[in-house]
């Protein structure tokens, strides 16, 4: 039994096209779960590289973890957080509110909470949103 021509000359091709099927559909259809509910937002001296925009999931990351490491008191809402202090603040309800932040460029954080997507196109959307706001947020290094 032969192979189809594009097959014997393109197999590379056929077999990330398929690898690339598979990423998908499990994106879309793998139950979401995660080790812990808390997304850390940390506030480094000099405050750079902090976000404006902060994403919570409903059930799965609906914990914000602040961690003040600054070295003077951050004001976040009505909390004042003491230096090298830390504190969970949870997130119940679906929405998007905007926190006062002094401390941020423009002193608010939005803190979007988004309710838990349901399998297919909906979970894959979640889950590339949620890989792209991790890649936006890496933290730059230069080398050694």
């Known amino acids: 039994m032969s192979q189809p021509p594009f097959l014997q000359r393109h197999w590379p091709l056929a077999a990330l096209l398929g690898a690339l099927v598979l990423a998908l559909?499990?994106?879309a259809l793998w139950p979401v779960r995660g080790d812990s509910h808390e997304v850390l937002l940390d506030f480094p001296p000099?405050?750079?590289d902090?976000?404006?925009e902060v994403r919570l999931t409903a059930g799965v990351q609906d914990v914000l973890l602040l961690r003040n490491r600054t070295g003077?008191?951050?004001v976040f809402g009505p909390l004042q957080l003491a230096p090298g202090a830390q504190y969970r603040l949870p997130f119940e309800e679906?929405?998007?509110q905007a926190v006062p932040v002094p401390a941020l460029p423009?002193?608010?954080l939005r803190v979007r909470v988004v309710r838990l997507p349901d399998p297919g196109w909906?979970?894959?959307r979640w889950r590339l949103g949620n890989l792209?706001?991790?890649i936006r947020h890496l933290p730059l290094q230069g080398p050694d």
Do not use: I, N
């Open 25 to 27: 559909l499990w994106g």
């Open 46 to 48: 000099g405050g750079q």
């Open 50 to 52: 902090v976000p404006s």
């Open 72 to 74: 003077r008191p951050l």
């Open 94 to 96: 679906e929405g998007e």
């Open 106 to 108: 423009g002193g608010v």
């Open 122 to 124: 909906e979970r894959l």
């Open 132 to 134: 792209g706001s991790a």
